[in-house]
Structure formats: C-alpha cells, structure tokens
C-alpha cells in the first residue's frame, strides 16, 4: 500500500510542478488560470493522499472551482471593456 | 512522504513568488500568487500528517478510545480550512482591484501604476 | 532582465531557508500535546467524531468567525471596489461564455440538487469530512450555475445581504450565548451535546455550521456576482 | 466589568447588522456605527481605569469553555487595554473625519471600518499564533477596502501594491506558525514561551514569523506600499493605519519577541534603528505633508521596535518607555493626519494656512513637541529612561542612532512648523470645520493628558505639576486677553515666582535668578508698546521663563534637563515670531535639541542609570568617566552660550526676533549656559582626557569665541546683527573666565552675567526703538538721529560705555577683575588674544553710536519721533542701574566674592569701603566716576561753546564722479565702515563654521534625496523590496547565529 501511496505521492507532486511551470510560462493569461486550477485540483488529490479529506473538499470547491471562475469573471468584464 | 509534500509545497512557494514577481502582467501575478498559496496549503497539510495513521475522524474504524494512536494532527487541517478561505478573499479583492486598475489605465501593466513615488 | 536575475536569486536564496526546514524535518511519532487532548476529548468536550470540524467550529471557533468576517469583508470590499467606478456606456455586451438552451434547462434541473447537497454537507460537518464552508462553497456554485446559464437574471442583492447579515449576526448572539450560559465565547455546550455521532447532537456545531453555510455561501454567491455583472449595483 | 471579548463582539455584530438595517437611511446606519465604536472605546476605557487602579486584574478571556492552549485565549492586561482604548478611539474620530465617503457610499463602507477596528483590537488582544494571523489579514482586507474611501485615484494603486505586499507577509507567516507548531505542539504564545524547543528549524519558523510582522510595521527601506497609502488615502484613515494598526503590530512583534527569546532582539534592534535613521533621512526631501507623515510613522514604528529590541535591559521600564513612544505617536500622528483634513493643499507650505486659527496652531504645535519627545509630553519621559537604561547597559552607540534619528526627524517637523507660521498663506488655504477642528483638539487634550499621566507615573518630577508650567498652561487659556492684560499678569507672575524662591538661593543662584525672572520682567515693560491680543506670545514667553525658573529650582538630572528642554521649546517659539525668521528659528531649535541630547548622554553617564540623581552629586562620577561626562556636558552648554564653532544659529536667530524678543534670548537666555557651565565645573572641576587639560581647551574656545566674535561683528551692516555677534564675543569672555577656574575669573564671568544681561537688553531694546521709526536695521541707512532719539542715543551711550569696558561704568570693574584673573591664570596666549578683542570691540561699538545717531540725517527720517516711551522706559532703568552699579559693584559683588571665595578657599580681592583692592593693584569705583564725570562734562562744554562753527550741508549733495551709482547705499560713509580693517583682517571673516554645517545638512539631505529614488512607484518592485530585506536579514541573521 504504502508503495503504491509513495508512487501517487510523487506523480501527483510531479505534475503539480509542471502545471504550475505551465501556468508561469505559458503567453495566454486563460491557459494560466487553468493551469493554476488544475495545480489546485492535484493538491485536492494530494490531501486525501495526506488523510486530509475536509482541506481536500474545501480545496477542490474553493481553490480550484471558485477561484477559476472568479478570474473568468473578471477577465470576462476586461475584455468586454475592450482592453485585452 | 512528509518530506514530498513539503518539497512539493516550497516548490510551489518559490515558483509562486518568481511569478509574482517577475510577471508585469497584473493578472498574471495574481495567478501567480494563488500557486502560491496551494504550495502554502501543502505545508501546512504536509506538517500536520504523521505516517501510517487515519484522517481524524472518529467513526467505527477509528474508536474514541484508540483515536490517540490512530489518526493524524488535525490542528493542521483546521489551519488550512482557514487558510484557504483567507486566500480566497485575497484573490478575489486582489482581482476587482485588477478590474479597477484597467478601468482606469486600460493597462494591466503594474509598471504603468507608478504616479506614487518618493 | 536584471528583474529576472535578481528576483531568480532571491527565490533561490529563499528557496535555501525552505531546502534547511525540508531536510531536517522529521515527522513526528506520535501526536502532539494539543493534538492527543483533541483526540482525547473530542467526546467529552464538543461531541463531534470529525475533530477538525470540533476544532474549527468550537475550539479555534475564534478563527473561524474571523474567517467568515474575511468573507464578508471581501465580499463588501469588491462591492466597494466596482461600485465606485461606473462601466461606460455601451461597453456592456453578452458574457464571454455563450450559454445555451441545453445548460440553462440542464441548470434549472441541476441547481436544487446542489442546493441539496450542499445542506447535507453542513448538516453532517461534524460526522463525516464536510461543514459550513465546503457546504456553503457547494451553494455557491449553484449561484454560480445559475449566473452562468442566465448571465442577465440576477438574483436579488438585498436577500443574499439580508442572509449574510442576519447568519453572522446569530453566529455573534451563539457566540454570545456560550459566554453567558456555557464556559465561554463561542462554547458550543450552549445546546445538549447528544448522542455522540448522530445528526443532531455536538450542542451547537450543526447550528453554528448552518450558520457559516448560510454565511459563506451568500458572501461567495455576492463576491461571484459582483465581479460578474455586466452592470454595476 | 463587562468582558473585553464583547469589543470584539461589538464591532463584529454591528457590521454584520448593518446588512439588516436600510440602506436609505445613510445618516442613521452612521449614527450606529458611531455608537458601537463609541461603546468599544468606553469598554477598553472602562479596563484601563481598572486596571491601572487596580480595581482589576488582568483579564483572561477563554473562548470555547476550555482552557488555553487548547482553546484561543484573548488578555487584556493594562497595556493591551491603553492600546485597546487607542484604537477604539481612533476607530471612533477617525470614522467622523472620514464621514463623507462613509456616507456617500453606505453601510458597505461603515461595516470595513468597524471590522477594521474590531481586527486592529484583536490583534491586540489573542494569545493565539494562527489567531494572530486571522486578524493581521482581516486587517490587510480591510485596509484594502477603506483606502478605497479616497478620491484620489491613487488610492487604487496604492491598495493594490498593499494586497501584494499582504499575500507575500502571509506566505511567509504561515510557513512561521506551522513549523513552531511543529517544534512546540503548540500554537498558544505562553504556551510556546513555557516549551523548550526541540527541532532545529525551529529558528528558522521563529525567523519567519517574525520577519512577517516586522515587514507589517514597514520597515525602512522595504516600505513603498505603506507610503502610497499615506500619500493618497483618507487622512482619517491614515491616522488609523498609523495610529492603531501601526501600534497593533507593534505589539504583535512583542508578543512574538516574548517567546523567540533574547537571541532575537539584536536583530529587531537594527532594523528598527535602519527604519528610524533611514525613513527620517529620506523624509528631509518631502514636500507632501502626507507622505512626510508617512515616513515619519515608519520612522516612529521603527524607534519603538528598537525599543523592543533592547527590552532585555530596559526591565521594569519597558512598559512605561515602549508605551510612551508608543502612545505619543499614535496620539500625535492621529492628531496630524485628522488636521491635515482641514488644509486644502498638499505641500508643506500649505499649511500656512492654519496659522488663522490659533487653536490649531497650538495643535500643530503640540503634536510636534510630542512626537520630538518634548515636555511635557510621555515621548520626553520614554526617551529620558530610555537614554538612562541604554548608558547603564553601556549601549551608548544605540543612543546616539536614537538621538540622531530624532535630530533628523526635529529638522523635518520643525521646518515643517516654520512653513505653517511664517510662509504665506494661499487664500482659501482652509477647509476648517467643527468636526475636523474637534477631532484634532480631542487629539491635542489626549496628548496633554497622558503627558500628565507619564508625569505622574514617573514619580520623580511631574513637570505638568510644577508652578511655572502650569503658568504656562493658563496662559494658554487666557490667550483670548488683551496683549497689555496678560503684560501685567505675565509681569507679575515674575515678581512673584521670585519672591517666592529667592529667600532659598545661594549667592550664585540669586544672581542668575535676579538676572532671568525680575530682569524679565523689567524688559517685558518694553511689551506694553504691543497692541491687539499678540497671539502665541505669552505662553512661549512664558514658557521660556518656566524653564529658566525650574532650571534654578532643579535639584535632580532629570529637572535640570526637562526644565532645559521646556526653556528651549519656549524660546524657540518666541524666536520664531520674528519677522524672517523661519530659518534661524530652524537652526536654533536643532543646535539647540543637539546641545540637549549632548546633556542627556552626560547625565545618563553619570548617573549611571541611577534615579533620581542628585545635581550636586555630580562631581562623585567615577574618575575614568568624569572626562565624557565633562565633554559632553561642555558641548551641550556651549551650544547655548553659542561658542565659536556652535555659533552660527545665534546671528539670525536674535536679529530676526522681535524688537522685546531679542533683549530676552541674548540678555537671558544665554545665561541658562554659563549657568550649566557654573554647575557643571563646580562639580567636576579640572578634567583632563588624553592628556590634554580640559579647562584650558574651554579657555581657548572662550579665548577665540571674544576674538571671532568681536572680529565678525565689526563687519555687520545689520545693527542688530552686530549685537548679536557681539553676544557670542560677551559669551566667550565669560567662558575664558568661568574656565580659568580661579577665584577671579568666575567672579569676573559673574560680572559678565550681570552686565552683559543690563547693556545687551538695553542696546536691543534701543536698536529695536531704533527700528520701529526708521523700519530698518540697517546702519548705512540711518545717521544723525542724536537729536530726534536723545534717550535712546544716552542708552545707546551708556551701553557701549559699559560694554567696551572704558571707565568709569561697571564694563570696566569686570575688565579690572578679568585681567587680575588672568594674571592669577598665567596663561599667556589666549590672553593675547583676549586682550586683542578688547579694541576690537571699541570698533563696533563705535561704529553702532556712530552711523546711527551722529553724521547727516537721511531725509526720509526727519520727521521720526522718539522711540515709544514703553521702549525707553526699562532702558532708563538699566542705564539708572549700569551707574549705580558702576559706582557700588560691591552691592552684588561682595556676597558672590564671599561665595566664590568658598568654593576655591582663598580671598584675592579685599573690600574696603567703596574700594577693592587685589596683588595687582586696587579699584575704587567712586573715585574713578568721579574724575570721568569731570573730564566729560568740561569737554562737553567746550564742543558745546564751539558748535555755533559747524556748517550745515545737504546729504548726498557732491557729484558721483560722472557715474551713476546703482546702489546708492555704497556712497553712505557708514557703507562698509570698516574697509580698511577688512583687508587686514577680513580671512578671519571666511565662513569656515558656516560652511561645515552646511556641508553637513547639504550631505545628509544629499543622502535622503539619493535614497528616495529607491520608491519608485512599481508596487512589483515593492514586492521585490520586501523578499530582498527579508533574506538580507535572513543572511545576517544566520550569519549571526553561525
């Protein structure tokens, strides 16, 4: 068990990394916020690894739902106002 | 696996904080911060798990009796809980203030907001 | 570039104080003093089997009332921020993300549902992983379904205020009422502790959950609305 | 008592219900909001007399039902409640100030701001670490949304850069509470504090969150966020990011620094220190008064985390040094950000506009003092224990940054109140208004009651409680008075205080206390010719005279030097009313503040942290000591006797002040330093420090300074600027004479005090009569006015007869002694140069009677009338004593001979009748008046018998040669009297002094305009500022601790 834990442990932190240097690197700003999102998803992932099932639910709403859809938002009023 | 997600989490903190900090594009640092503030999540998480134990949740596979032995710190947990709420309200006041600071410049430069200066 | 370099140097110094604190941690063996009494007296004391949901909800119950009051104070401070700066005449169009017959029907379905769910997480806060905020969080998405397939129906600001208001006013006068017939402020000993893990029992959480699910999802439905709307309040 | 969590519950309640109440009806949803803060401010009121009475205990407030740490706990102990009661009521004026944009934008607006207060006080109050960052970020939100509450666009920008600089605070804070949770297993301060730490990183957690806290007070240089925020929110806001979170995160340093242990305090010592030095530095280049407030509140936050940093030595004083700072900057910076609502333009200058409102220039005037740690205010008290502490703990070099930091912030702030009394007012410079008006006044009565409750506290001298200065206090409150009411009261609370004391003085004493409370009183006759009320006059007058009374009375260290400090607050203000003034006033105020912190090192090594220590116990220092203490106390007298090199404020400074100012600060004034000197070489007497004899070294400072002086002033055009250059000259023979420390030179320096007091008040009293009918100063403007001025010409006469020290008058018995004194002394070289200023002050007295009152008479002034008879009036009374002394010096002199003669143990002179005899020959007063009185009147018959010869002629009537003079001023024969002399001696005129000093504040302004630079708008560069100052400190720390 405590492999297979270890083995998802490490793939979850690996692709946490790269979602984040996605989300630093990439030249599109919605790409980014998505990137962002699914680094949170993965940490959501990571916590019930981590035995933490209650910071996995609120991550998983909050940090990776919400948040997302608060930048859509407000990306949405910016480029109605024609900047972007 | 303590030691992962730490590592995890302070990689995140540091590419978080190069972000935020090298990116002039205003939504792009806040992006930059909320990765950031995951990798603080991390950390907290990760300094509350102890190996081999159960969420702390005291339920039939974990009886009050045992539940010392048994489950993890949950101090750290409620920590986060917190944590990423405050984190919450900080992204979304940080992006109506984006909103605003366009309004005003149509620029989400952060080097075009410098009229405060010396 | 300079930027770069300096700040790459910077991180990487930073990184250094973290490299020490990772390297020489060691988880610990067993649960610390705070820890083990939590586990200890989850029972006696608050009555909730889910001890992070008796820590937050009873003894950091302080940290938690200032967490909502983050909320509402976001959440009036946005209202702030985008009311004092009108949107230009004619600058006001449809939302970015087109909505369809499919998703507003699929929408009308699927919001009691939500609405549903997110009472039972907070109703069960303190037996099973879940509570005011996750709860309340799953509330806000049905508001926020609902924004997405109807971007121009909103709903009315004054009843998500009026909720707002009056949960945290209660979570103030529970507060309150733990200092005058319980052992102190926030004391969730207020209300019959109960048979330890059924619905209604760990004296005041459940109430107090009800409270900061109401709270928490009517602070996000408002935060979420406010950096919505195509016109402003 | 109710308990204190109910302020939290308060605040917390009334902004959720709010949201309840109806939108429309603004006016009530902001009565509301007033009520619940005035409540909180009543309870945490309420606890601190409780406390402080000790009708309570410490409250300890468990959440939860369960005891901490398990549960949070929260504290109110006396000093959380004063800052509980800070903040509330901050919070409460505050909102009044901001009450339009509260109203303008409803309960939304009213509910941040109560949430703000109710985080601020929690902050104050939890024990908890977590709970501790729950608040500091409901406190960054908040801010976020007040600033917003600004019109200023900027204000979007400036909370932007605050929300980055908040996210990266709270990274760093959270990653500091979770690993000292994971090295303590607890999160509860007193918890952590009773744990020994076990893992290794748990310096590092500790370094963390501190380093966060500490970037919350904005630390110099990593600060730009918070100064954008200063310069362009609400002022009522930033008075209470100043005055409250300021103070509140302060505290929060303190309860950390509690736990992290002693290892820790050098390290916030220095970044305090940085703050304080650097921000002030950087303050000199401002011109927005807002932005200035801004530095000057790092600046402050920065003094008082020093203070923290060295709370190791500082023991049971900690509390009431920390809180005084504390609580004198947040009073005071309130206070100023809540007035600068009511000037309209934002420069410095601007506020000349206040100046039509006396009451708030009373305000201004007292915030300044407060934050300057002036008496009476607690910052005084602080920075007196504070100096005494830090010397026992032989931390002296800490003390000097101290002092330095608070002479660069005096510069600031006292240019700043020079601009609001003497710069033209712009017209509608004043949004004045009862509300704003209130608020500062609040502001001003809270400051003068905590300097009463520091007074108290202090228990050794409450200097509110003194006589004199409550003097003061009541001509304050009789300012409303005509000018020649308050004469009378002012002339008579003189008197009176004398009669009152002189029955209990030494020889010595009763001289100078006869010379500095009657003879103020005698030259405040000349005050009657002032009509209208004379706003400001009397109580800086008086003042003046309270410090000079209490100078007399000081028993302790600690009177002598508040009572010095009160002397040189007045007097400033007194100096500052003068017509062009601003400037020296400025120059005044900061040799002299620089002379006082010169005192208080001295007596701080003396007394070696002792308190009270007693004056006259001075001379019991340890011997290897005495050396500094003699230095320091030396430099800080000379700079108010204006010896060469401290001089160049003395110039101006008496020139530019009113016509019956000038008598009191060079006749009086000036004596307050050879009274120091007399004290101070009475104790410690001859001191040598590598080798070098000190009292020789004063012997030439005198020597040059009657040299320099009598030299600078032969050159002036300005009349009373050669008075004021001849002052230095008087002064500087009576240091030569106190310094030679024999018998016959401190009774010779006696006579100069005496003297020096009668001729110096009467030639300015009669150059200032001069000056109100000719409205010049200027000597090659005036001439011939002997027949239109005849008394004046006789004081003017009489003075220079005295002061050249010719016989018959008095000038010459104390030439008589001073050159038995120097041949008692035997030292040859600056006896040359002695001797040297004796002719050369003949030379600008001769030119003073020469071009003002004989040769032609200008045409503009053929019709002036004699000077006001309340001018001529004190200086017939000097010129009746000047021979009455001259014939019996034996009146005064005698008494203090005999004293005197105590001190050294020997008798050189002996009296005999009206004769005085020494080894080198003898003085007999009446004989000498006598064959003079013969000789002038027979040579004044005969010029009389041969008048009828002189011709009259035209002015200005011989041709120009065929040029055409652009300044006719260089054909007047009193233009530049003394050319001749110029060329032989004019290298003695190069500005030397002047040039340091300026080179001095050239450099350290240089230095603030070149570090300004740093602020350059980009809040990303901010950001960048705060993680190079964090891992800079993180380096030096490590560094220190490998």
């Known amino acids: ?84 | ?118 | 570039m300079i930027r770069h370099v300096v700040v790459a140097l910077l991180v990487a110094l930073l990184g250094i104080a973290f490299w020490t604190l990772t390297a020489g941690y060691l988880p610990d063996a067993e649960l610390n003093r705070t820890a083990a009494y939590y586990a200890a007296h989850a029972q006696d004391e608050v009555g909730a089997p889910n001890i992070v949901t008796g820590i937050i909800v009873t003894w950091r119950g302080l940290d938690t009332l200032g967490e909502v009051t983050v909320l509402f104070l976001t959440s009036a401070v946005i209202a702030l921020v985008l009311t004092q700066s009108k949107t230009p005449a004619g600058a006001t169009g449809a939302g970015f993300l087109p909505s369809g017959e499919l998703l507003t029907t699929g929408t009308r379905m699927i919001v009691p549902l939500i609405v549903l769910l997110g009472a039972y997480v907070i109703m069960n806060g303190h037996l099973t992983p879940g509570g005011g905020f996750q709860g309340g969080a799953i509330l806000a998405s049905g508001a926020l379904l609902t924004l997405l397939a109807e971007p121009t129906r909103r709903f009315g600001h004054s009843v998500i205020a009026r909720v707002e208001s009056a949960s945290g006013l209660t979570y103030v006068l529970v507060g309150l009422a733990g200092m005058m017939i319980a052992g102190g402020f926030l004391d969730n000993g207020i209300l019959p502790l109960g048979r330890f893990g059924a619905m209604l029992s760990a004296g005041a959480i459940p109430l107090i959950s009800v409270l900061i699910g109401l709270k928490v999802g009517a602070e996000f439905s408002s935060i979420l609305e406010s950096l919505h709307e195509t016109e402003d309040a | 008592m109710v308990s204190p969590v109910l302020i939290l519950a308060i605040g917390l309640g009334t902004a959720f219900a709010l949201g309840l109440l109806s939108q429309a009806r603004k006016s009530f949803l902001f009565l509301v909001t007033l009520a619940a803060l005035a409540l909180m401010a009543a309870i945490s009121l309420g606890w601190v007399v409780a406390l402080a009475t000790g009708a309570a205990m410490t409250a300890e407030i468990h959440t939860a039902g369960v005891a901490p740490p398990f549960a949070i706990n929260l504290r109110v102990g006396l000093a959380e409640a004063a800052l509980l009661a800070t903040i509330s009521l901050a919070g409460l004026f505050s909102a009044l100030s901001m009450r339009e944009p509260l109203l303008r934008l409803g309960r939304g607006a009213m509910a941040v701001l109560l949430v703000l207060v109710m985080a601020i006080s929690g902050l104050v109050m939890t024990r908890d670490l977590f709970n501790l960052f729950v608040f500091i970020e409901l406190i960054a939100i908040a801010t976020a949304g007040v600033v917003l509450l600004s019109q200023d666009q900027r204000a979007i920008c400036a909370g932007f850069k605050y929300l980055v600089v908040s996210q990266i605070i709270a990274i760093l804070m959270l990653i500091g509470i979770i690993f000292t949770y994971h090295a303590t297993g607890s999160l509860n301060i007193d918890d952590i504090v009773a744990t020994p730490v076990a893992f290794h990183g748990a310096a590092l957690a500790i370094f963390l969150l501190l380093i966060a806290l500490v970037v919350e007070l904005k630390p110099f240089p990593a600060n730009g966020w918070a100064l954008d925020i200063y310069t362009s929110a609400h002022p009522g806001f930033s008075a209470l990011f100043s005055a409250a979170t300021g103070s509140a995160a302060l505290f929060a340093v303190d309860k950390v620094a509690t736990y992290a242990g002693d290892a820790w305090l050098p390290l916030l010592t220095g970044i305090g220190l940085l703050s304080f030095v650097g921000s002030n530095i950087v303050a000199l280049r401002q011109e927005n008064d807002r932005r200035l407030l801004g530095y000057s509140s790092v600046g402050q936050l920065g003094l008082v985390l020093a203070v923290i940093g060295q709370r190791d030595v500082l023991g049971d004083a900690y509390l009431y040094i920390a809180g005084g700072l504390i609580l004198s900057h947040a009073v005071a910076k309130a206070g100023l950000f809540w007035m600068s609502a009511i000037v309209r333009g934002r420069t410095l200058t601007d506020w000349a506009a206040i100046r039509a409102r006396a009451p708030m220039v009373l305000a201004f005037a007292t915030f300044i003092a407060m934050l300057v740690g002036l008496p009476p205010f607690p910052g005084f008290y602080a920075k007196w224990d504070l100096a005494q502490a830090l010397v026992a703990a032989g931390r002296l070099p800490i003390l000097s940054l101290i002092l330095l930091g608070v002479l660069i912030e005096s510069a600031y702030l006292f240019r700043w109140f020079g601009y609001a009394i003497k710069r033209e007012a712009v017209e509608k410079g004043l949004l004045a208004n009862t509300v704003d008006c209130g608020i500062t006044l609040a502001a001003v009565a809270g400051g003068w009651a905590l300097g009463w409750i520091w007074g108290v506290a202090h228990g050794e001298f409450n200097v509110l409680a003194t006589l004199p200065v409550l003097a003061v206090v009541a001509f304050l409150l009789l300012e409303p008075l005509p000018a020649k009411v308050k004469n009378v009261l002012a002339i008579a609370a003189l008197l009176g205080w004398f009669a009152m004391v002189v029955g209990g003085y030494d020889p010595m004493r009763l001289i100078f206390a006869a010379v500095m409370i009657p003879g103020g009183a005698v030259i405040l006759i000349a005050s009657f010719t002032e009509t209208g009320r004379r706003i400001g006059f009397y109580p800086s007058a008086m003042a003046m005279y309270a410090g000079l009374a209490l100078l007399l009375e000081a028993t302790t260290f600690f009177e002598f030097f508040a009572a010095w400090e009160i002397m040189t607050l007045g007097s400033y203000f007194l100096i500052l009313r003068g017509r062009m003034s601003e400037p020296h006033a400025l120059s005044y105020m900061l040799f002299s503040l620089g002379g006082a912190f010169a005192l208080l090192a001295g007596f701080a090594i003396a007394s070696g942290g002792v308190q009270p220590f007693p004056l006259d116990q001075l001379g019991t220092v340890a011997a290897d000591l005495a050396p500094y203490v003699f230095v320091l106390l030396a430099v800080g007298f000379m700079t108010k006797t204006a010896a060469m090199g401290l001089h160049i404020w003395l110039p101006g400074a008496h020139a530019e002040a009113e016509t019956d100012v000038s008598p009191m600060v060079s006749g009086i004034l000036l004596k307050a330093g050879l009274f120091g000197l007399f004290l101070m070489l009475m104790q410690l007497g001859r001191q040598s420090l590598w080798g070098v004899d000190l009292t020789y070294v004063l012997v030439w400072i005198g020597a040059i300074s009657a040299f320099l002086g009598a030299v600078l002033a032969i050159f002036q055009e300005d009349a009373k600027r050669l008075l004021a250059y001849s002052s230095i000259s008087q002064m500087g023979y009576a240091l030569f004479g106190i310094a030679l420390m024999n018998h016959l030179g401190w009774l010779m320096a006696m006579m100069f005090v005496i003297n020096h007091y009668v001729y110096k008040s009467m030639l300015f009293l009669a150059v200032g009569g001069v000056y109100k009918r000719t409205h010049t100063k200027l000597m090659y403007k005036m001439g011939g006015l002997i027949t239109l001025m005849p008394f004046t010409f006789v004081s003017v006469l009489v003075g220079i007869i005295a002061m050249s020290g010719v016989p018959p008058l008095s000038g010459f018995g104390g030439r008589w002694i001073f050159y038995n004194a120097i041949m008692d002394a035997g030292l040859r070289l600056p006896l040359i140069l002695i001797f040297m200023a004796g002719p050369i002050g003949f030379l600008y007295l001769f030119r003073l009677i020469h071009t003002i009152f004989l040769g032609q008479l200008k045409d503009p002034h053929r019709k002036l009338k004699e000077a006001p008879a309340w001018l001529v009036a004190p200086q017939m009374i000097f010129v009746a004593f000047l021979i009455g002394f001259a014939v019996l010096p034996g009146m005064a002199l005698q008494k203090v001979d005999g004293y005197i003669g105590s001190i050294f143990g020997d008798q050189p002179l002996v009296w005999s009748g009206r004769a005085i005899a020494s080894e080198f020959g003898y003085w007999n007063p009446v004989a000498i008046m006598v064959v003079i009185i013969v000789v002038f009147v027979s040579v004044f018959l005969i010029l009389l018998a041969k008048n009828h010869d002189a011709q009259k002629v035209k002015q200005f009537n011989i041709v120009f040669s065929a040029e055409r003079p652009y300044r006719p001023e260089t054909t007047h024969f009193a233009w530049n009297f003394f050319a001749p002399y110029r060329k032989a001696m004019g290298f003695l005129e190069t500005p030397v002094v002047s040039t340091f000093w300026g080179g001095v504040t050239d450099g350290i302004n240089g230095v603030g305009d070149f570090t300004r630079r740093f602020y350059n708008g980009n809040g990303q560069s901010y950001a960048i500022h705060v993680v190079l100052f964090v891992v800079a400190v993180y380096l030096i720390a490590m560094g220190g601790v490998a």
């Open chain 2, 1 to 118: 696996m303590a030691q992962i997600a730490l590592a995890t989490g302070f990689v995140l903190i540091l590419a978080g904080l190069y972000g935020a900090l090298t990116n002039r594009d205003i939504l792009r640092m806040i992006v930059a911060f909320t990765i950031a503030d995951t990798g603080v999540n991390i950390v907290l998480v990760a300094v509350g798990y102890l190996p081999g134990r159960t969420a702390p949740i005291l339920d039939a596979a974990v009886p009050v009796a045992e539940a010392g032995q048994r489950i993890i710190d949950p101090v750290p947990q409620a920590l986060v809980l917190t944590a990423i709420v405050i984190g919450l309200g900080i992204t979304a006041l940080m992006l109506a203030y984006a909103y605003r600071l366009f309004r005003l410049r149509h620029s989400l430069d952060i080097s075009t907001f410098t009229e405060l200066k010396w």
């Open chain 1, 1 to 84: 068990m405590s492999v297979l834990m270890l083995g998802l442990a490490i793939a979850l932190a690996l692709s946490m990394v790269a979602a984040a240097a996605v989300a630093l690197i990439t030249r599109s700003t919605v790409i980014a916020v998505l990137a962002a999102g699914l680094v949170s998803l993965f940490a959501s992932i990571f916590f019930v690894v981590l035995a933490a099932p209650d910071v996995a639910m609120t991550e998983a709403a909050i940090g990776s739902g919400l948040t997302t859809f608060l930048f859509f938002f407000t990306m949405g009023r910016i480029r109605r106002e024609g900047g972007k």
